[in-house]
């Protein structure tokens, strides 16, 4: 990845040490609640009982609230970082979706 293409803030740096770091630590973490949103969307999409689907979705929101907070807290610490979007195929991927728009029925 291009380094003008990232966004990323100031690394806070970690000791580099057999030893798990608070950043090892975070990301295992934060690994484990993205899996685990994953896993409870498909158990949404399953859950035919609707007191389980409502139980199964607050679990899955406050899961998903803790995933952000721990992605909120890697990328803080320049241990997350993105790519930036290229403008160009922004703008191609917009055009090639607004044309399905346009095969729709109308509502």
Excluded: H
Excluded at 56 to 78: P, S, V
């Amino acid at each position: 990845m291009n380094q003008q293409q990232k966004v990323q803030n100031p690394e806070t740096q970690v000791p580099k040490t057999p030893q798990m770091s608070e950043r090892d630590f975070v990301n295992d973490v934060l690994a484990s609640e993205k899996y685990l949103t994953g896993a409870y969307s498909i158990a949404l999409n399953e859950a035919s009982n609707q007191g389980l689907y409502q139980d199964l979705a607050a679990i899955c929101k406050e899961t998903q609230d803790c995933q952000r907070t721990l992605y909120n807290l890697m990328f803080k610490n320049g241990w997350y970082s993105l790519e930036k979007a290229d403008q160009q195929k922004i703008q191609q991927a917009y055009q090639q979706y607004s044309g399905y728009l346009n095969q729709l029925p109308p509502q």
